[in-house]
């Protein structure tokens, strides 16, 4: 009985020892990005559109940034996000308040060294109308940046 405890702790430790340095493989979406181009239902996105840093933190939080003429940002959208696969999330939006949307947004993305694609559909209030939702499809390009 001694020595199946000791093989069993034997094997524990080895077990241990060689995964805990094993470092967990961290998406490369997590990051600040830089929009470089992007459209809009086909469209080229508005120009204010064009100066916009988007953040994703690996504790599934998003947000986004536009620079506005005085220096300053702007907080364009936030709220949490959850990686379904490897290039596809899912988006809840958070209201001025903080109370989540009950609307998911799909999008799929693909980074190659510091370029990330971002595309997908969302679902914006119509004006006029904000209890009528239409769909949007996003087709984005943004490179890595530095946090301000």
Do not use: C
Not at 16 to 27: D, E, F, I, M, R
Not at 116 to 141: A, C, T
């Amino acid at each position: 009985m001694q020595t199946f405890i000791k093989t069993l702790l034997i094997l524990t430790f080895i077990f241990l020892v060689t995964t805990s340095g094993t470092p967990v493989k961290q998406n490369p979406i997590y990051g600040t990005w830089k929009i470089t181009s992007g459209k809009h239902d086909g469209t080229k996105a508005p120009q204010y559109m064009m100066d916009r840093i988007q953040l994703f933190n690996s504790d599934n939080t998003f947000k986004s940034l536009i620079n506005r003429a005085d220096g300053k940002q702007s907080l364009s959208n936030w709220g949490n996000f959850y990686l379904i696969n490897d290039s596809t999330m899912v988006t809840y939006h958070k209201d001025y308040n903080g109370k989540l949307d009950n609307i998911a947004n799909t999008y799929h993305f693909h980074v190659r060294n510091d370029s990330l694609h971002f595309y997908g559909f969302y679902l914006r209030q119509m004006p006029g109308n904000p209890s009528v939702r239409v769909k949007v499809f996003i087709d984005e390009w943004w490179v890595k940046a530095n946090k301000k």
